[in-house]
C-alpha cells in the first residue's frame, strides 16, 4: 500500500458527540455526500458494524465498496480496509479521535487507496487528499451546526 494521505480537523464537539456520528457507519450518507448509501453486513458481538456495502461517490470515482471495520483500537482510532469493489484494488484508512481538553475533538482521517486503473500517483494522492477534506468539512458541519 502507498502512503497514507492524512488530514486533520478540531471540532467544536466533546469527543462522545463525535464518537457517535463517526462510529454509526450506517448513517454516514446522511452527513457524507460522497457516500450515498450503506449497508451493513456483519456486526460484531457490541453490535458495531464489522463489514459495510456502501455505494459511493467522489469526483469521478463511482463504485461499491465493501469494507471491513476494525474496532480493536476504538474509540481512539477506527480503521477500515477493503474486501472487494468494482474499480478500488485497495482502500484502507482510519478515522483518529483525540480529546483536546476543552470541550473540543481533534479527527484525523489517514485515506489510502489504489485502482485497478493506472492513475499517477500524483492524481492519486489529490483525490484522496479531497475525499479527506470533504469528509472532515461535513462532520465538522455536522456535529457544529
Same mark, same amino acid.
Given at each position: 500500500? +502507498? ?12 469527543? &462522545? +458527540? ?9 448513517? *454516514? ?6 457516500? =450515498? ?5 456483519? =456486526?460484531? +458481538?457490541?453490535?458495531? &458494524? ?8 467522489? /469526483? ?8 471491513? *471495520? ?7 482510532? !477506527? ?7 468494482? !474499480? ?5 484508512? &482510519? *478515522?483518529?479521535?483525540?480529546?483536546? /481538553? ?6 484525523? *482521517? ?26 472532515? =468539512?461535513? !462532520?465538522?458541519? =455536522? !456535529?457544529?451546526?
Amino acid at each position: 500500500m +502507498a502512503e497514507l494521505s492524512t488530514a486533520s480537523v478540531n471540532i467544536e464537539a466533546d469527543i &462522545a +458527540a463525535v464518537q457517535n456520528v463517526l462510529f454509526d457507519l450506517a448513517n *454516514y450518507p446522511s452527513w457524507s455526500t460522497a457516500i =450515498k448509501s450503506v449497508e451493513v453486513l456483519q =456486526k460484531d +458481538a457490541q453490535g458495531r &458494524a464489522t463489514q459495510i456495502k456502501m455505494k459511493v461517490e467522489s /469526483g469521478a470515482l463511482k463504485d461499491k465498496p465493501t469494507l471491513n *471495520y476494525d474496532w480493536s483500537k476504538a474509540p481512539e482510532r !477506527l480503521e477500515f480496509s477493503l474486501e472487494d469493489a468494482d !474499480l478500488l484494488t485497495e482502500m484502507s484508512g &482510519a *478515522y483518529v479521535i483525540k480529546d483536546n /481538553g476543552d470541550g473540543t475533538t481533534n479527527v484525523t *482521517y489517514e485515506l489510502g487507496v489504489a485502482l485497478s486503473m493506472p492513475v499517477p500517483a500524483i492524481m492519486r494522492q489529490k483525490a484522496e487528499k479531497s475525499t479527506i477534506d470533504l469528509a472532515l =468539512k461535513q !462532520l465538522k458541519e =455536522k !456535529l457544529e451546526n
